[in-house]
């Protein structure tokens, strides 16, 4: 065996390129349809489950669940996920992973001194709080008072069929606080929802994208706004080109930063009286919207077959 044979095919050097295979052997199934057991579990997000030999010894996580990578491998996966979300935007887990690979680390500073230069938001970084239904009691948000953000975010997470346990946990940001202000980042994506009554259908969601990448200036948020619609029907495109990106970019510009609000210290609070104070005026209704034009398009076509 060559001597370059020898040195590719090393322990040392199969553990240091692991994940950068992965990735390759991953986009390579979604290109070409490979079936590869390692390129199941990088496109489902597995990769804690790799056997350990896998992973050099000298990655050392930094916090529960990180998983470390270098520059290269975060540049695979950003790579991997970015085409898989733009054909596959249904699946969570690629739009999960775009979203830590774009999380750079200027926008995580940005960010994080965004909630260290408020109260809240100090508090926040401060207490450490955790959205999960062993904190937000689904049962009890559906006792308050109907015009309560509790629930408001109750009512809209069993019309949407989600719970507060559905954000995945953050792996792939590297420094501690870092990845607690994107976690906190990710948690609050439906409250957003809630708050302005968006759907989670594709409009719903790149209109929170847009009011998110104007409001906070996310990377991923900013791509979507500009990539996502170009996969949308053209009515698609004509109400977000004419109503909701408008509306999320000049909310977005205009109201309070929204990751420092304690979302839940307010869940009895009136959701009008939040909505006021931060600055946010409620789109038209997507779903009521989407239904009037289907219905005018369904009678002039009854119209013009007569």
């Known amino acids: 065996m060559s001597g370059l044979s020898t040195k590719i095919l090393s ?83 690629n739009i999960v992973n775009l979203g830590e690979s774009t999380a750079i680390t200027p926008f995580l500073d940005r960010l994080t001194n965004t909630m260290l230069s408020d109260p809240v938001g100090r508090q926040i970084i401060r207490e450490r709080p955790n959205i999960s239904e062993n904190e937000i009691s689904m049962e009890k948000l559906a006792t308050y008072p109907k015009n309560s953000l509790g629930y408001t975010f109750y009512h809209w997470c069993r019309t949407e069929n989600v719970t507060p ?33 968006m759907p989670i259908i594709i409009e719903g969601e790149i209109t929170i994208k847009a009011l998110e990448g104007a409001n906070l200036g996310v990377p991923m948020a900013i791509m979507g706004g500009l990539f996502a619609p170009l996969r949308l029907k053209a009515s698609q495109r004509k109400r977000l080109r004419e109503i909701y990106i408008p509306w999320a970019l000049k909310t977005g510009w205009t ?47 009854s119209l013009n077959s007569k």
């Open 11 to 93: 322990p040392v050097n199969l553990q240091k390129n692991a994940f950068l295979i992965a990735s390759a052997l991953s986009l390579t199934k979604f290109l070409i349809g490979n079936q590869s057991g390692l390129a199941n579990k990088i496109a489902n997000s597995e990769l804690d489950s790799i056997p350990l030999e896998y992973i050099s010894k000298k990655r050392v996580p930094n916090y529960p669940g990180h998983i470390p990578l270098s520059s290269t491998e975060k540049f695979a996966l950003f790579t991997s996920s970015a085409i898989k979300s733009f054909f596959h935007p249904e699946d969570g887990m």
């Open 165 to 197: 346990d559905t954000r995945a946990e953050v792996k792939y940001i590297d420094d501690p606080l870092h990845a607690f202000v994107f976690k906190r980042y990710r948690q609050c994506h439906d409250f957003y929802h809630a708050l302005v009554n």
């Open 255 to 301: 109201c309070k930063p929204l990751i420092n609000v304690y979302w839940e210290k307010n869940l009895d609070k009136d959701i009008n009286e939040i909505r006021k104070e931060l600055g946010i005026e409620l789109p038209p209704n997507l779903r009521e919207l989407r239904k009037k034009q289907r219905e005018e398009r369904k009678a002039i076509n």
